[in-house]
């Protein structure tokens, strides 16, 4: 235990509290359900107004800072050059912060607003037809992976600059909350990031396991069992396990990258089978409608006409990108190295949107011309089937399903073994004491998170509790947002006495601000004695 470096006041009470968490779930699901939906029925009725300013407010912030100097910052010593090439850290980004949900709900979300639209349209018109894509487009948009991107930032600036030696969130508290975030109240943030994180990832495993073994029973002819499901989950902990057991560059790099690739040919043939003239319009349409209404979608909490839409979808999935955002803040922060704080930001806000964008412009489009050419009555059977049976009626239509099948299953396994990669990685570093020379924990400490998210998936499938999870993971994500904020005004803090004006110079001929850190690191470097020049 000593030698992996473990921090026992962290990863404790995390295991307690899961297996405290998973008893009454497992006990009566459907009651556990029940209480945890009224918590977030009161949080998202009672604070909607929160969670609908916040990703507004971010992008302010953000505009802010791309438009101004510190944007210019580079997370890293001046000499410092980017660990990943531009392709592999998009992909790493991307994969990691989407997962296999966005293939699985591209093609469902659109025909769920067809049938349930916005703004009191009727159920199943063309009205309601032309909005089944703009609010895929909006739900998975800028203001989602500004929410993702928001702790990526301190949390790289607090790793890279200041060269903290803990891979926390309290970390990046620490010029606000200066002793105590190694105290109780640094423990209460880890605790409850982590706790929220493995809630959101078990609901993740428990949202696409069925969908592989739909496929894999497709393939090979065989019933959905629960314990094909065991198999999906137990390839899954291969996969993730021994790439997580690889690290960074031998297995989440490549295993993004090559997940990246396989997507990109699977969209590419969908876009050119299916209705090519149809997709190409409907998506220029829609991010037209989307932009056009941008706010409206934004803001609406439905206070007049009292629609639960809003609270249904907007407010929820906010909450819901904020519970996984400190995967995908810390993540990001590991892996950008050597980027400007101008770059992360882009390519999070509007690169991520774009590759979202790609997949409803694909599949979504593809899904509603099926409905709305009365193809296949993927609403129908949607309904009264469920929606891994309607995915499949939608696979089933391609050409070439023999091959395209087995792909997907390829797909779905891949893309979500990225994210439990990541989820892996910062599990295992927020429960270290501190990292090591190589940035990464011990790998045996990684492989014990990557068993523990799949024994999770297991318990949530076997209990049958996914619904209670997939809330209560929310719930723990809520108070994220005073968390966030603090570290947002304790990184603000941290640049303004860092690179004020009157300590800016320049770095060798280019306009980047130094830091008081990154000057004494560049006298050290002269002088031959820093320690990181001595280990490279």
């Given amino acids: 235990m000593k030698n992996l470096n473990i921090e026992n006041k962290v990863l404790w009470p995390v295991l307690v509290i899961l297996l405290l968490g998973l008893v009454p779930v497992g006990v009566n699901p459907s009651a556990a359900a029940n209480i945890v939906g009224t918590i977030l029925g009161f949080i998202t009725g009672n604070f909607g107004w ?75 018109t063309l009205s309601a037809a032309e909005w089944a894509i703009p609010y895929g487009f909006f739900n998975w948009g800028i203001l989602a992976w500004a929410i993702y991107a928001l702790p990526s930032i ?34 209460i943030v880890d605790i409850a990031m982590m706790l ?8 993740s495993i428990g949202l696409v396991a069925p969908m592989i073994a739909q496929l894999l029973g497709e393939m090979f002819n065989i019933p959905v069992t629960f314990g ?104 990001t922060a590991r892996i950008s190295k050597g980027r400007t704080i101008k770059q992360v930001i882009i390519t999070q806000c509007l690169i991520g949107p774009v590759g979202c964008w790609v997949f409803f412009g694909v599949f979504g489009n593809y899904a509603l011309n099926l409905q709305l050419s009365n193809l296949v009555p993927v609403n129908s059977i949607m309904v009264n089937s469920g929606q891994t049976e309607a995915i499949m009626a939608v696979i089933n239509t391609l050409p070439l399903s023999a091959i395209i099948i087995p792909l997907l299953v390829i797909a779905y396994l891949v893309f979500s073994a990225t994210t439990f990669d990541g989820a892996s990685l910062i599990l295992s570093s927020v429960a270290s004491k501190k990292l090591g020379r190589t940035g990464q924990p011990p790998r045996i400490h990684r492989l014990f998170w990557a068993l523990i ?51 800016s110079t320049l770095i060798k001929n280019s306009e980047l601000p130094l830091s008081e850190t990154q000057n004494d690191q560049v006298s050290e470097e002269k002088e031959g004695v820093l320690l990181g020049k001595e280990e490279r």
């Fill in 50 to 124: 929160l969670f609908v300013l916040f990703p507004l407010m971010i992008l302010i912030f953000f505009a802010w800072l791309v438009f101004s100097k510190f944007g210019q910052i580079k997370l890293g010593d001046p000499d410092d050059k980017p660990e990943f090439s531009n392709f592999s850290w998009f992909a790493m980004i991307f994969t990691t912060g989407i997962g296999a949900e966005i293939m699985y709900l591209s093609i469902i979300e659109p025909i769920t607003f067809f049938n349930a639209p916005p703004f009191g349209i009727e159920s199943g």
């Fill in 154 to 187: 301190p949390m790289a600036y607090a790793l890279y600059v200041k060269k903290i030696p803990h891979f926390r969130l309290s970390a990046a508290c620490k010029p606000i909350l200066g002793k105590h975030s190694e105290g109780i109240p640094g423990k």
């Fill in 196 to 203: 929220g994180l493995i809630g959101v990832v078990g609901t």
């Fill in 228 to 331: 094909l499901l065991v198999i999906v989950i137990a390839l899954w902990v291969i996969l993730f396990g021994g790439s997580v057991y690889l690290g960074l560059r031998k297995g989440i790099k490549r295993l993004s990258d090559f997940n990246l690739i396989i997507v990109a040919a699977i969209l590419v043939f969908v876009f050119l089978v299916g209705p090519t003239t149809f997709m190409l319009d409907n998506s220029i349409q829609s991010i037209g409608t989307m932009f056009n209404d941008f706010f409206n979608m934004s803001l609406s909490l439905g206070a007049i006409n009292n629609v639960s839409f809003p609270q249904d979808w907007t407010v929820f999935y906010w909450a819901w990108w904020i519970g996984y955002s400190s995967l995908i803040g810390l993540f």
């Fill in 453 to 503: 998210l799949g024994g999770v998936g297991i318990i949530i499938l076997a209990i049958g509790g996914l619904e209670a999870v997939q809330l209560s993971s929310v719930i723990v994500g809520v108070p994220m947002i005073l968390v966030f904020v603090l570290m947002t005004i304790s990184f603000i803090k941290s640049v303004r006495e860092d690179f004020g004006q009157e300590k």
